[in-house]
């Protein structure tokens, strides 16, 4: 995206120059195709496989030329890796779940921002033939500590809401709090004037809404602030001036193109942020818990997804936030090797992907993949579910 959008603006300037238009003309041509080219490139070693496809296609009809480069051809190359990693990981997902845990230990940001060492953590137990992911942990009107949580169903494929009443580090009681047909996932809360409100992750009913949290035991849905968009991930935060929001385009990029938007109020028109996508890396973009204040700074957890799903946690300083500047320097990185199950000492965690911070205890959830070969069964009956449905003889 970088050099697309370099390439754009060098050659809208270019062009404005009277003199360079009449003797160089030519010369924007070759411009344009060299940072087509590379930004193909750049899009091929992130695993864009589609639009790589498209964009090089595109540019060789405009330029054939181009197949006998050297980029060319390693754009081809990775393309074909790309490919093949891709059947593979389709392949390997017909056997293998991947199961995710939540987990609490003793810290604070300081803490881990100081730490050398490994961090014991302590597994809660998950639900029979189900896993729990993105914790999101509170304290209520009553001085309780609960966590909200996407509970996931193995059979079903899908994932719902569910709360988490806790007792120190272990789980009291759990109860389902949004339960619809749709997946969701990554539960936000944010506390505003002594309310709770929630933004969801919720691609499959291709919104994105505000709920309240009400009574502890319910979600109500106030208003769709984006209707017809897959918004991944979605973090809200309120700096004492304006209300921030942000998510990855479940569209292009889902892991790394992050968007931000702000407003006055939390009803009021959303705009989006003038430098959008303000990052565009599979790196460091993909919302990993709730932004948050230390020692006067503002942070923002965020996912990396470089290769593998959940590959590590990475902790952001956002250094500039206004609705046209945008820019944070990574702070804490936390990989899954550096944990360790105070219960099972020799388990190996393959991938973290959510942090959230509660006084002195951290939230997180950790994952494990496990060989499962009824996987391709229970795959395989929900497909036929779904297409009876389609057809209304499901009921």
């Known amino acids: 995206y970088d050099v697309l959008y370099c390439r754009n603006r060098l ?50 009809k405009e330029s054939p030329k ?26 390997k997902n017909y056997i293998y779940e991947d199961i995710w845990s939540v987990a609490i230990f003793d810290s604070t940001f300081e803490d881990l921002l100081t730490r050398s060492d490994k961090i014991q953590i302590q597994l809660l137990k998950n639900p ?3 896993f729990m992911a993105d914790p999101f942990p509170f304290i209520n009107n009553k001085e309780e500590f609960k966590i909200i949580v996407e509970e996931f169903d193995l059979l079903k494929q899908k994932g719902h809401l569910s709360i988490l009443h806790m007792d120190g580090q272990d789980i009291c009681n759990q109860n389902a709090i949004l339960t619809i047909k749709e997946h969701l996932s990554y539960p936000y809360i944010f506390q505003f004037n002594n309310h709770k409100f929630m933004v969801i992750e919720s691609i499959e009913l291709n919104e994105l809404a505000l709920y309240e949290y009400v009574n502890d035991v319910e979600l109500v849905k106030i208003k769709i602030l984006f209707p017809n968009i897959r918004a991944i991930d979605p ?12 998510f990855t385009n479940g569209d292009d990029l889902q892991n790394g193109n992050l968007q931000l938007f702000y407003a006055e109020d939390l009803l009021a028109e959303w705009q989006p942020h003038k430098m ?9 973009s993909r919302g990993g818990g709730a932004w948050f204040m230390y020692n006067g700074g503002l942070y923002r957890p965020a996912q990396n997804c470089m290769g593998i799903y959940g590959k590590s946690i990475k902790i952001n300083e956002i250094m500039y936030l206004s609705p046209d500047r945008f820019s944070e320097t990574l702070k804490l990185e936390i990989f899954p090797d550096q944990l360790i199950n105070k219960d099972n000492p020799n388990s190996i965690f393959k991938g973290i992907h959510t942090i959230n911070f509660i006084g002195s205890k951290v939230v997180i959830d950790v994952k494990v993949t496990k060989f499962t070969p009824s996987k391709i069964i229970i795959l395989f009956i929900n497909r036929i579910k779904r297409t009876l449905s389609h057809f209304g003889m499901n009921k």
């Open 11 to 60: 050659i809208a300037l270019l062009n404005k120059e009277d003199a360079f238009r009449t003797n160089y003309h030519a010369c924007l041509k070759l411009l344009f195709i060299s940072q087509t080219n590379l930004a193909i490139y750049a899009f091929t070693q992130q695993g864009e496989l589609k639009k790589s496809l498209r964009m090089i296609f595109q540019l060789l």
């Open 66 to 91: 181009e197949i006998y480069r050297k980029r060319t051809l390693v754009i081809f190359r990775n393309i074909i890796q790309n490919f093949a990693y891709s059947m593979k990981a389709k392949a």
């Open 128 to 130: 029979a033939n189900s």
């Open 235 to 246: 973090s809200l935060f309120f700096d004492g001036k304006l209300f921030w929001l942000s």
């Open 276 to 284: 959008n996508p303000v990052r565009y890396t599979n790196s460091n």
